[in-house]
């Protein structure tokens, strides 16, 4: 069969387009981490394409990729070494692949003074690559993120690279274009505990106020119609009082603070004659005062946080 010179030339450009393609792959990565309670413990997802009709991720040569990882996606890959250096590649025989890993972090964490300082791999490797990198040319699209649990709060975020932040709620997300050798700094610190929660009750956080005194008075009330409200209050993990009958007298309980961050949570032990339960609450600390209603019934509380300033 005879080649016509066009059609000769149409295959010698195609054989060149995909000799490029394998020699400038680069990859569309989405990183997400889900780090547990603890700051420590995580579960990462990663999901990788490329361009080229195969990718690889790296792995330490004295590991294996059923050791390192819960999930591989596709399961058809091989180990391919490589000559002076501590790691392999899983070689995948397709543009993609995706992999799921549970650790703890070890060298890349640093815990000071209640604060929880990560880095990622800062030393560069033996061909000078560092951070989060894709061989031969990085990045063409960089997901990164961090989803934290509630109690974690996340102090500082930084990169070496330019792209976009954005924290919400309790995910932290980095997104970057054509970059390679990413580093990251992620500070943060485990929030103390909040006791909001009741036994097969919902609290919802109806208020806070401010007092500048340790010693405060807290007067309870129902300013509305007398309907036979049964009452418990608690403040942090004490009951103050319970089973109270609420009355249109007030009366008054003495308290002493020892915590920056406190709160009254009202459960109601009855619904009256005229739901929700409602109760009146003010608290005094000698200098200012605040009312504030709360509203309660058998499957929802509702609390006040009471912040002490600091002198």
């Keep these: 069969m005879k080649v016509k010179p066009s059609t000769f030339l ?27 309670e603890d700051g420590i413990t995580y579960k990462d997802y990663t999901k990788v394409e ?21 999930f591989i996606s596709p399961s058809d890959y091989k180990i391919v070494p490589i000559i002076n250096e501590d ?11 995706s992999l799921i890993k549970e650790d703890t972090l070890r060298e890349e964490l640093i815990i000071k003074d209640g604060l929880y300082i990560y880095q990622n791999d800062v030393e560069p490797d033996n061909d000078g690559d560092y951070g989060n990198s894709a061989k031969p040319d990085g990045f063409r699209t960089f997901n990164y993120v961090w989803v934290f ?6 102090e500082s975020y930084e990169s070496n690279r330019d792209g976009a932040w954005r924290l919400e709620n309790n995910t932290l997300s980095f997104i970057a274009y054509e970059v390679n050798n990413v580093l990251f700094k992620i500070t943060y610190r485990l929030a ?12 919802i956080l109806k208020d806070s106020v401010e007092v500048k005194n340790t010693a405060i008075t807290i007067s309870v009330w129902d ?77 929802m509380s509702e609390a006040i946080r009471i912040n002490l300033a600091k002198e």
């Design 10 to 36: 149409v295959i010698i450009f195609l054989m060149l387009s995909l000799s490029q393609m394998s020699l400038a792959q680069n990859f569309n990565t989405d990183f997400i981490r889900y780090l547990n």
């Design 50 to 70: 490329s361009r080229g009709f195969q990718s690889w991720h790296f792995i330490k040569k004295d590991r294996m990729p059923e050791d390192e990882f819960t």
């Design 87 to 97: 790691y392999n590649h899983i070689l995948f025989n397709q543009g993609s692949f």
């Design 149 to 154: 649990p509630p109690n974690i709060k996340v």
């Design 192 to 203: 103390e505990a909040i006791p909001l929660h009741l036994t097969n009750r919902d609290v």
């Design 223 to 299: 300013d509305g119609k007398i309907d036979n409200d049964v009452i418990s209050i608690k403040i942090n993990d004490e009951w103050i009082v319970k089973y109270f009958e609420v009355k249109q007298e007030k009366v008054r309980f003495k308290y002493f603070l020892t915590k920056p961050e406190n709160y009254i949570i009202l459960r109601a032990d009855n619904i009256g004659e005229i739901p929700p339960n409602t109760t009146a609450v003010n608290i005094d600390d000698g200098k200012t005062s605040r009312t504030i209603v709360l509203n309660s019934d058998m499957g």
